[in-house]
Antibody, heavy 128, light 106 residues
Framework: QVTLRESGPALVNSTQTLTLTCTFS??????????VSWVRQSPGKALEWLAL???????FYSTSLKTRLTISKDTSKNQVVLTMTNMGPVDTATYYC????????????????????WGQGTLVTVSS | DIQMTQSPSPMSASVGDRVTITCRAS??????LNWYQQKPGRAPTVLIY???NLQSGVPSRFSGSGSGTHFTLIISSLQPEDFATYYC?????????FGPGTKVDI
């Protein structure tokens, strides 16, 4: 079965860089159509999409956060890593990774599915 | 970015009620709209995908409809386990965006 699990520091200081790892099983990111995404949720707030990496190593980022985010994958380890620079208290949140499938047509247009499997989330607190 | 709005937020309901939650997109997203349920301290789970398709294992009291910019999630008869927050999400294009959520409580 498909599982995902987030790992990383529970506490970071302001201005530091956060590195989170999503370790998954039950699928391969080298298989066509497979993608892993990161979503976060500040306490009491709505879900916010952050980034996505697909089977072909194509990456997509949140418009407002793209200058601070980097997503990468290690297919051999079944891991996806998200780094976020210059952390601040507003970045305190639960960070989730989730799987989403997609297809691409001949012109490069993506047909996205939905987030079908999620990790349990990891709470990251940023101290000032 | 495509903006998503939801109404009502929050809402009070009782067991057995028919609950309707509305989601609107700032532009035409065709049928690329998904609904998620989230309970406190838990990750979201998908209920409805592509506007009207029931995810496997989700009770049939949940249904979705709509296309373009206007979508609806209906719970035909609210059960105790349905008290949660519901989010819509557009998968028409990146960056993906979620609605602000609708908390359904007693």
């Amino acid at each position: 079965q498909v599982t995902l699990r987030e790992s990383g520091p529970a506490l970071v200081n302001s201005t530091q860089t956060l590195t989170l790892t999503c370790t998954f099983s039950g699928f391969s990111l080298s298989s066509g159509g497979m993608c892993v995404s990161w979503v976060r949720q500040s306490p009491g707030k709505a879900l916010e999409w952050l980034a996505l990496i697909d089977w072909d190593d194509v990456k997509f980022y949140s418009t407002s956060l793209k200058t601070r985010l980097t997503i990468s994958k290690d297919t051999s380890k079944n891991q996806v890593v998200l780094t976020m620079t210059n952390m601040g208290p507003v970045d305190t949140a639960t960070y989730y990774c989730a799987r989403i499938r997609a297809s691409v047509d001949y012109s490069g247009v993506y047909d996205w599915a939905h987030f079908d499997y999620w990790g349990q989330g990891t709470l990251v607190t940023v101290s000032s | 970015d495509i903006q998503m709005t939801q109404s009502p937020s929050p809402m009070s309901a009782s067991v057995g009620d028919r609950v309707t939650i509305t989601c609107r997109a700032s532009q035409n997203i065709r049928h690329f709209l998904n609904w998620y349920q989230q309970k406190p301290g838990r990750a979201p789970t998908v209920l409805i995908y592509d506007a009207s398709n029931l995810q496997s294992g989700v009770p049939s009291r949940f249904s979705g409809s709509g296309s373009g910019t206007h979508f609806t999630l209906i719970i035909s008869s609210l059960q105790p386990e349905d008290f949660a927050t519901y989010y819509c999400q557009q998968s028409y294009s990146t960056p993906f965006t979620f609605g602000p959520g609708t908390k359904v409580d007693i």
